[in-house]
């Protein structure tokens, strides 16, 4: 399975400011999704980013808000923009593989004050 | 839209018992996946399920798809203080677009 590693691991930055998140997967893949899970609860989709086009984002999730870049096959960033409280999470990345299982990355816990 | 609902939200039990979590999907799904995610960790895939029917076991756990392909369980037999943990089911009608149910939390007392 693919080996997959985000930056930061950990955030805590204040209301009004951006945090970009690193996702870096050790093999080429076409797609890469982004995740949130916000405290106690289940992963929703944000985002599907694609290499060479732009993301497909989930109903709720707009790209002023969750700008996205995919500038090849194995890296992508996920930027928090305007940040509020709400937005207090923790943003996983995915890969596919195999036949539709997924491998998520470990994960950036980001916390708003 | 398609929805997983999963339950129950939590299980306490004791070592040794049985747990079993149960997943429904508003629409027929194409496959369903498993995931496990351990306190403080991420979501790890355990296994899918494709066919109508399938069960699939790992050690203690016992997977199932349901006939109609809309729900699925996981069942452990003899809980140890490992297997806790959150536990997600995970539908999707076609490609890769998974929808996450809302995961059962299960703790085990030793």
């Known amino acids: 399975s693919a080996v997959i590693s985000q930056k930061p691991s950990r955030d805590i930055c204040q209301r009004g400011t951006s945090l970009t998140i690193q996702c870096q997967v050790d093999s080429q893949v076409t797609m890469m999704f982004w995740y949130r899970q916000q405290p106690g609860q289940s992963l929703t989709l944000i985002a599907t980013a694609n290499q060479g086009s732009e993301a497909t984002y989930e109903s709720g999730f707009v790209i002023d808000k969750f700008p996205i870049s995919r500038p090849n096959l194995t890296f992508s960033t996920l930027t928090v923009s305007n940040l509020s409280p709400e937005d207090s999470s923790i943003y996983l990345c995915?890969?596919?593989?195999?036949?539709?299982?997924?491998?998520f990355g470990p994960g950036t816990r980001l916390t708003v004050t | 839209g398609q929805q997983v609902m999963q339950i129950p939200q939590y299980q306490h039990v004791q070592e040794g018992e049985d747990f079993t979590t149960y997943c429904n999907s508003s629409?027929?799904?194409?496959?369903i996946q498993w995931y496990k995610q351990r306190p403080g960790g991420h979501p790890v895939f355990l296994i899918q399920?494709?066919?109508?029917?399938e069960v699939k076991k790992q050690k203690r756990l016992t997977f199932q798809f349901g006939e109609a392909k809309k729900n699925s369980s996981l069942h452990i037999t003899a809980t140890q203080t490992t297997d806790v943990g959150t536990y997600f089911c995970?539908?999707?009608?076609?490609?890769?677009?998974?929808?996450f149910g809302a995961g059962t939390r299960l703790f085990v007392k030793a």
């Open positions: 399920l494709v066919k109508s029917g």
């Open positions: 995970a539908g999707s009608a076609g490609g890769f677009k998974t929808i």
């Open positions: 629409t027929t799904l194409s496959n």
């Open positions: 995915s890969v596919p593989q195999g036949n539709y299982e997924q491998y």
